[in-house]
T-cell receptor, first 115, second 117 residues
Framework: NAGVTQTPKFRVLKTGQSMTLLCAQD?????MYWYRQDPGMGLRLIHY???????AKGEVPDGYNVSRLKKQNFLLGLESAAPSQTSVYFC??????????????FGPGTRLLVL | AQSVTQLDSQVPVFEEAPVELRCNYS??????LFWYVQYPNQGLQLLLK??????LVESINGFEAEFNKSQTSFHLRKPSVHISDTAEYFC???????????????FGAGTRLAVHP
């Protein structure tokens, strides 16, 4: 099993450009998440999904959109990149609701630099 | 709202020395507690978690953490660290309440453990 994979690993964008980050999991998990990691701030939830075809906003959703057309994939889109979106993006998945103690499985991350 | 405080942003230690990484949380309801580890240029992976039962939980690589409800703490310890333990460690809390309705873990800011020879 590959677990959780993310594409691309690294990307440089100019302000105003758009891009899509792809997350794929092969564990048949229902729940999927996108986080961003910034120095000294831990991980902050951008969007999440509790099942195929569903998405929900997290605590920092502005400037991002997501889609979950297939159970195994969760896409994160930046329509018009801004320097404030320079960060490391992590995708994660879990079999059940993390609020009842379920483990999250993380991908290796995507480093995004917006100039 | 729930919050997690990791009291040390960086902890330098020599190889084979003991280490403690501190974590405190704020909550008035039952919580589940986690430690995740992030090795350089990798994603986070679960180190150990407390759900219920014994307040002392152990990982396969020698770390342990003790849930202290009265102190609202979940400190991580290892009696003798290795160079390979160099990583960033995140304490996290999950609860059915106080997450603003989000299905999420609440992470601390992280503690960078640097083990020196």
């Amino acid at each position: 099993n590959a677990g959780v994979t993310q594409t691309p690993k690294f990307r440089v964008l100019k302000t105003g450009q758009s891009m899509t980050l792809l997350c794929a999991q092969d564990m048949n998990h229902e729940y999927m998440y996108w986080y961003r990691q910034d120095p000294g701030m831990g991980l902050r939830l951008i969007h999440y999904s509790v099942g195929e075809g569903t998405t929900a906003k997290g605590e920092v959703p502005d400037g991002y959109n997501v889609s979950r057309l297939k159970k195994q994939n969760f896409l994160l889109g930046l329509e018009s990149a801004a320097p404030s979106q320079t960060s490391v993006y992590f995708c994660a998945s879990s079999d059940r609701d993390v609020r009842v103690g379920e483990t999250q499985y993380f991908g290796p991350g995507t480093r995004l630099l917006v100039l | 709202a729930q919050s997690v405080t990791q009291l040390d942003s960086q902890v330098p230690v020599f190889e084979e020395a003991p280490v403690e990484l501190r974590c405190n949380y704020s909550s008035s309801v039952s919580v589940y507690l986690f430690w995740y580890v992030q090795y350089p240029n990798q994603g986070l992976q679960l180190l150990l978690k407390y759900l219920s039962g014994s307040t002392l939980v152990e990982s396969i690589n020698g770390f342990e953490a003790e849930f202290n409800k009265s102190q609202t703490s979940f400190h991580l310890r290892k009696p003798s660290v290795h160079i390979s333990d160099t990583a960033e460690y995140f304490c996290a809390v999950s609860t059915l309440e106080g997450t603003g309705g989000y299905n999420k873990l609440i992470f601390g800011a992280g503690t960078r453990l640097a083990v020196h020879p």
